[in-house]
């Protein structure tokens, strides 16, 4: 997004852009990085979002959230594979 001021053109980014490390990814996406309705989407221009898949049927999610997401009604934990 460009914003003009005063003959100058700034960027303005999100605040907030989820990485590709999956550290990164749990620290930023907050719960919905650890929730079984979140899915990693990538863009062309190779920036990832997440997807929560609950906005698909019910209009209370939001499709993109906004990160980190801190309490959500929706959130289930995915399951912790066993060692």
């Not at 605040?15 to 309705?37: K, Q, S, Y």
């Amino acid at each position: 997004m460009r914003k003009k001021t005063e003959g100058r053109v700034t960027l303005r980014y999100p605040a907030c852009v989820v990485t590709d490390n999956e550290n990164d990814l749990r620290v930023e996406g907050g719960l919905c990085a650890d929730c079984v309705h979140a899915r990693r989407v990538e863009s062309a221009r190779g920036s990832f979002f997440l997807l929560c898949e609950l906005s698909a049927t019910n209009p209370e999610f939001p499709r993109y959230p906004r990160l980190p997401v801190i309490q959500c009604s929706g959130f289930t934990p995915k399951a912790i594979p066993e060692r």
